[in-house]
Nanobody, 122 residues
């Protein structure tokens, strides 16, 4: 199973960025997908997740700014980030879980992408 994340970069505060992640080696429609992020010197935090049934679970501070969508036909999940803030700066990781219930706990995710850096400047 492989996850590949794309789309990080440098953006000014208030701007937008879209991250993509593709899954291979596993049935996408039967997989919960999520994005986590890790800022320098901090723990890896849950950002947002999409269950295999399409339910969405938001992490702290991103509701109203970030959305997640998935394209089962293309084995892809997307993270649309709007109104970015400096504190959103982090390495963003795509994660996949076969556990039935969507979780915000990193330990519940068996598969991880390589991470993509998002830097928001003031």
């Amino acid at each position: 199973v492989q996850l590949q994340a794309f789309g990080g970069g440098l953006v000014q505060a208030g701007g937008s960025l879209r991250l993509s992640c593709t899954l291979s080696g596993r049935t996408f429609s039967g997989t919960n997908m999520a994005w986590f992020r890790q800022a320098p010197g901090k723990e890896r935090d849950f950002v947002i997740g999409s269950s295999m049934s399409g339910s969405v679970y938001y992490g702290n501070s991103v509701k109203g700014r970030f959305t997640i969508s998935r394209e089962n036909a293309n084995n892809a999940v997307f993270l649309q980030m709007n109104n970015l803030m400096v504190e959103d700066t982090a390495v963003y990781y795509c994660a996949a879980s076969s556990v039935d219930i969507l979780s915000s706990r990193a330990a519940r995710y068996e598969y991880w992408g390589q991470g993509t850096l998002v830097t928001v400047s003031s």
